[in-house]
């Protein structure tokens, strides 16, 4: 596995890539590759950091693991492909979108423009093997992650963390809440999303706080 994550990053995570946990990480990653078919493409297991630089972030959304079926996942949370057709929860958080901000929903769910936005959009696990949901969870991606929720809620303030379903929800423990603004949601599944995702008003909600803050808001 390449370590080809950009350099204001990098600098930030240099003492994690030297743990032991990381380099055990590593040498399971380039494993499965070689011997299984994993995605996203290993060129884009770190295109979360590619796309959003430490200086610009403003926003973390963070999801469990990548999409696992063919030319689904390219290394955001929640995003897939130019052209792919949208997974049960990308569709319900563009109904959402359409809702809160009275906008057409977009055409693809590629969602690179928030990333260059400053939209970090994380998943927990960075890897997945084909066809075989949470295959790499428990590797030593969570601590990697985990490290860089504390790294941002450490170095950043004023940072908006959208956490929807329990297992995003449980990250509250990393984050300095008395620094940054955290919303809270119910997963956009087909199986919480009405329970509390419709209607939560994320989208809108973190526009305005930026306003307030003096940044520039999201064009979602």
Not at 74 to 89: A, R, T
Request: charged letters at 25%; proline letters at 4%.
């Amino acid at each position: 596995m390449n370590l080809k994550i950009a350099d204001c990053w990098k600098n930030i995570l240099k003492n994690e890539f030297k743990k032991a946990y990381f380099k055990e990480l590593t040498s399971f990653v380039k494993l499965e590759y070689e011997k299984h078919k994993c995605y996203p493409k290993e060129e884009d297991i770190f295109a979360a950091f590619d796309f959003c630089s430490f200086d610009d972030l403003k926003v973390v959304i963070i999801g469990q693991d990548p999409y696992h079926d063919e030319n689904q996942a390219n290394g955001l949370c929640f995003s897939v492909k130019d052209e792919i057709k949208y997974p049960p929860s990308l569709k319900n958080i563009f109904k959402e979108i359409s809702t809160d901000l009275n906008q057409e929903i977009p055409q693809t769910g590629n969602l690179e423009k928030w990333a260059k936005q400053g939209v970090l959009l994380l998943n927990a696990t960075l890897t997945v093997r084909a066809h075989e949901a949470g295959s790499h969870q428990k590797k030593g991606w969570e601590t990697f992650t985990d490290a860089i929720i504390n790294e941002i809620s450490d170095q950043k303030e004023n940072v908006v963390f959208l956490l929807w379903g329990k297992f995003a929800e449980s990250k509250i423990k990393l984050i300095n809440t008395n620094k940054h603004k955290v919303f809270l949601a119910m997963h956009p599944s087909p199986l919480g999303a009405w329970r509390g995702w419709f209607g939560s008003k994320h989208f809108s909600k973190t526009n305005t706080f930026l306003k307030e803050i003096g940044a520039k808001p999201i064009e979602w």
